[in-house]
């Protein structure tokens, strides 16, 4: 079964780069027609898809969050990466990486495995 694992730091300062690796075990990120995402969530909001790259080294990116928002992957350690730049504090959530096999989703249900989430707060 596949695994996911968030890393990162929680805390991140206004206009500094939030960067988050996610660690997948038990199987490929190269593995065809899977999408491997970012997701958030904000305190007291619903999920929101920030972007996905997928098993062939594409990217996909939240037209909102595109701008600041850039994700990578490293197969020879089997991880994927998000950076978000030039936070703000309305970027605090709970980010989550998960495989789905659609883009743009917001129900965990779309996804057949996700990480437990780290929390990440923008404060000075």
């Known amino acids: 079964q596949v695994q996911l694992q968030e890393s990162g730091p929680g805390l991140v300062k206004p206009s500094q780069t939030l960067s988050l690796t996610c660690t997948v075990s038990?199987?490929?990120?190269?593995?065809?027609?899977?999408?491997w995402s970012w997701i958030r969530q904000p305190p007291g909001q619903g999920l929101e898809w920030m972007g996905a790259v997928t098993s062939s080294g594409s990217t996909y990116y939240s037209p909102s969050l595109k701008s600041r928002t850039s994700i990578s992957r490293d197969t020879s350690k089997n991880q994927f990466t998000l950076q978000l730049s030039s936070v703000t504090p309305e970027d605090t959530a709970v980010y989550y990486c998960?495989?789905?096999?659609?883009?743009?989703?917001?129900?965990?249900?779309?996804?057949?495995?996700r990480g437990q989430g780290t929390q990440v707060t923008v404060s000075s």
């Open positions: 038990g199987g490929s990120i190269t593995t065809d027609y899977y999408y």
């Open positions: 998960a495989r789905g096999r659609n883009l743009q989703r917001t129900r965990w249900s779309d996804y057949d495995s």
